[in-house]
């Protein structure tokens, strides 16, 4: 969630950036990318953004529903 990655940067002396939603197949709010990628060298208070699950399936979408 939202909530944990802010909590998770902090612990790592980072900063939440933009977040921006994405239709897929994970429930609201799960978290489904980052940048900078998990693992790489970064500056201390580097903003980092994440893209969440909007909870809508891209399937359903297409079917009108």
């Known amino acids: 969630s939202v909530q944990v990655a802010e909590l998770a940067l902090g ?3 980072l900063v939440l950036g933009n977040i921006t939603e994405q239709d897929g197949t994970q429930p609201a709010g799960y ?3 980052q940048d900078p990628a998990e693992g790489s ?3 201390v208070g580097t903003k980092v953004n994440i893209v969440v699950s909007s909870g809508r399936c891209r399937r359903d979408r297409r079917r009108g529903r």
Request: glycine share 0%.
């Open 11 to 13: 612990d790592a002396q």
């Open 41 to 43: 060298s970064v500056d």
């Open 31 to 33: 978290v489904l990318s």
